[in-house]
Nanobody, 114 residues
Framework: QVQLVESGGGLVQAGGSLRLSCAAS????????MGWYRQAPGKQRELVAA???????NYADSVKGRFTISRDNAKNTVYLQMNSLKPEDSAVYYC????????WGQGTQVTVSS
């Protein structure tokens, strides 16, 4: 059974940084693409960044140049480095995989104060 566990969220002032982690288990991590999503209150969940199994990345326009997704296949972990945070980045952040099925973790709250 695939499990995804996000961590690293918190409260930060605008302009600050956070690093999110997502530990995966129950799958051969290196075989699958990974992504970070976020959902703010009253809004739909949106893709923030994704990384292929080979390390190719893509980002939402709203975070390009500020966020960096990376993966460590030896640790079965995907990261999201978030710099120059803005209040509009406040949301619950989730990771996801293209492993068959629709598995989500519990998410980690990011709150950016102005």
């Amino acid at each position: 059974q695939v499990q995804l566990v996000e961590s690293g969220g918190g409260l930060v002032q605008a302009g600050g940084s956070l690093r999110l982690s997502c530990a995966a288990s129950g799958m051969i991590f290196s075989f699958y693409a990974m992504g970070w999503y976020r959902q703010a209150p009253g809004k739909q969940r949106e893709l923030v960044a994704a990384i292929s199994r080979r390390g190719s990345t893509n980002y939402a326009d709203s975070v390009k140049g500020r966020f960096t997704i990376s993966r460590d296949n030896a640790k079965n972990t995907v990261y999201l480095q978030m710099n120059s945070l803005k209040p509009e980045d406040s949301a619950v952040y989730y990771c996801n995989t293209d492993y068959p099925g629709d598995t989500w973790g519990q998410g980690t709250q990011v709150t950016v104060s102005s």
